[in-house]
Nanobody
Framework: QVQLVESGGGLVQPGGSLRLSCAAS????????MGWYRQAAGKQRDLVAT???????NYADSVKGRFIISRNNAKNTVDLEMNSLKPEDTDVYYC????????????????WGQGTQVTVSS
């Protein structure tokens, strides 16, 4: 099983920046996609950004040009640099990965972190 540990959330003023980090740990797994999602109370969990092992990225329209996702495949970490933050970015942010077992059966599964609060407010 894969564990995801997030860090970097907190309170920031509008227009400010934060950097979220996530580290995946475990054994006998291979991650193809890592990324970040966000979810407000009573709402669905929505994509923020993802990056594949090959470096392909995907961003939600609402964060394009403001957020940058990066990944270190060797360390199994993913970061999200958040710039020009807006109050509407306030949410719980969840680290995500899709990983396959390296032992039989080679099942692919989704894994989620516990979430880290990001609050953008004056």
């Amino acid at each position: 099983q894969v564990q995801l540990v997030e860090s970097g959330g907190g309170l920031v003023q509008p227009g400010g920046s934060l950097r979220l980090s996530c580290a995946a740990s475990g054994s006998s797994f291979s991650i193809n996609t890592m990324g970040w999602y966000r979810q407000a109370a009573g709402k669905q969990r929505d994509l923020v950004a993802t990056v594949t092992s090959g470096g392909s990225t995907n961003y939600a329209d609402s964060v394009k040009g403001r957020f940058i996702i990066s990944r270190n495949n060797a360390k199994n970490t993913v970061d999200l640099e958040m710039n020009s933050l807006k109050p509407e970015d306030t949410d719980v942010y969840y680290c995500y990965c899709n990983a396959a077992r390296l032992v039989l059966p080679r099942i692919r599964s989704d894994y989620w972190g516990q979430g880290t609060q990001v609050t953008v407010s004056s």
